[in-house]
């Protein structure tokens, strides 16, 4: 029963656009998931860190790099250095191709930095693979206990 | 002449012969010179980083160096002062080799007058002030070209963005309306589209453009029988389509470069050597002539031949010299293989008229044991 449960999926993103040709990408790629959204950086830490009590913690966030307020490496860096959720999944979605930004995003922690690909097809595949990726690791006995 | 006079330094360990230059600066009528000694390189350069001077005489046989590498350690230890060799009779070949490395001038001890001498520190003084203003605008402008290719990288980079949005929209529009639009409804989403994906390309070209004028990859040996054999093998599905072929000269010399700029450089020229026909293409690539440091290599192609009047054009970003509905492309590409050769220190040209065929040429350093590089350095 566990791992036929929707994915709590948390996406950071400031641009509405992007976000709505994400959710079109989600729906399209057949991944179960609950949504919910994060505007920028400084909410998204309000959702994970300052709500803890009142909303469990979702399955997997995924967060935008460049973000007003707080950007997505102060996020993460955040919920690394948190108690509660600091084992948390973290997925970068980005345009940037740069070195630095892949590399200080895997320093601070990230599990995996993905590039916003330029076709939505390729979105639609690659969240399919980010799904069957979830669903793989929940599988495993010691995130399913 | 201004008033103040000269400083010199003569980094000489004979006695007898720093005495003599002295004299001779001394006497000399029309120029004021103040001469400081030395007489081993390490209190020479040891006097020139605490003093400086603007003039340094050097003897390359000094107690603690011998040779050209005497004025090479001492260039390399000051190198905005202009050097003058100080050489025995029989050393004109070692002279002449500082000279090639950066010396200003050379004297033979024991064939110097006073005249001479005081002219030959002037015209150094001078010259070296000329060199090192060169050197300061080269040094500028190079800083401003890569400043311009990053900002060219960074805005094309940034230019993905809303066209990715315009791109995922009218997707969306064809998916979830096009049972609501008329013909030419979808005829103008169609057009839209195809607009932006054009505009997609550019966009990619020019940041491959500014990409690769940046050379910040090491330079090492690069195989180009097989880079050639490569490139080829990735084009054989278009070849065979055509009912084509390429044939590539056996043993082609290896070549100076970076992997990702040669691959840019052929697999671009051989493309279009594939694209700019009627006919089943036939593509040789040769390599027409070796000489010591240099390697020039020759794609020749049986296609529609450029009118000589636009060989200087092609090399330009987007130029195209066909309408769209005839050869597709943005016309980025030669404008990428010509900077992708000049980051080599190549260059590249082409031999070609109208309805004969063409003959691209590229130029590129020979790979040798001895030039290789570790880095090389970003200006």
Redesign the interface.
Known sequence: VQEFRPVQLLVAEDNP??LE?LR?ALARSGLACDLRVARDGQEAVALLLEDERAVPPPDLVVLDLNMPKLNGLEVLQRIRASGRIALLPVVMLT?S?RDEDVMESYRLGANTYLQ?P???SQLVRLLEVLGEYWFSMAKRPSLAA | MDAKPLRVLVIEDNPADARFIREMLREHKGIAFQVEEAGQLSSGLERLANAGADAVLIDLALPDSHGLDTFLRAQSAAPAVPFIVLTGLDDDAVATRAVHSGAQDYLTKGSIDSGALARSIRYAVERKQIEETLRQVVALLDRKNQELDTFTYSVS?DL??PL??L???S??LLEDYSDRLDDQGRDYLTKLARASARM?RQIEDLSTLSRIGRQTEPLTRVGMSQIIAEIAEGMRALVEEQGGAIDVEDGLPDVLGDRLRVEQIFANLIGNALKFTSEPPHVQVTVRAVDGTAATFAIRDNGIGIDPQYHGRIFGVFQRLHRREDYDGTGAGLAIVKRAAEALDGRVWVESALGEGATFLVRLPLWQQAVEQPVQEAA
């Open positions: 656009e992007d040709i079109r345009v191709t916003k330029a076709e939505f | 980079h993905k963005e990715r949005t791109e995922a929209f997707q969306f997609k």
